[in-house]
């Protein structure tokens, strides 16, 4: 069964810091492009970054462009979102996703349960 888990959400200040991970587990991943996305109350599920198989080739939102940074460890089967500056407007439920294929150009094809990340003012 694959499941992934998102870990690393909370509450943080203005400016402040977090890092997520995403543990994936019953296949590997390290040939699918993986992704997280977010969904803030009332708000469409947005992807806010994203990376291929080759760790090299990654895209961000314009609203995180600059102050997160996507990256995974295909050894450990993980993935991280190290977000920094963080605004109010971050808050949200952010999912990481795995794509079907090794270029998040592809649709996607595994959900995690996500985490809460609240930003306060």
């Known amino acids: 069964q694959v499941q992934l888990v998102e870990s690393g959400g909370g509450l943080v200040q203005a400016g402040g810091s977090l890092r997520l991970s995403c543990t994936a587990s019953g296949r590997t991943f390290s040939n699918t492009a993986l992704g997280w996305f977010r969904q803030a109350p009332g708000e469409e599920r947005e992807r806010v970054a994203a990376?291929?198989?080759?760790?090299?080739?990654?895209d961000y939102s314009d609203s995180v462009k600059g102050r997160f940074t996507i990256s995974r460890d295909n050894a450990k089967n993980k993935m991280y979102l190290q977000m920094n500056s963080l605004k109010p407007e971050d808050t949200a439920v952010y999912y990481c996703?795995?794509?079907?294929?090794?270029?998040?150009?592809?649709?996607?094809?595994?959900w995690g349960q996500g985490t809460q990340v609240t930003v306060s003012s």
């Open positions: 990376i291929d198989w080759n760790p090299d080739r990654t």
């Open positions: 996703v795995a794509y079907s294929g090794s270029s998040y150009s592809g649709s996607v094809y595994y």
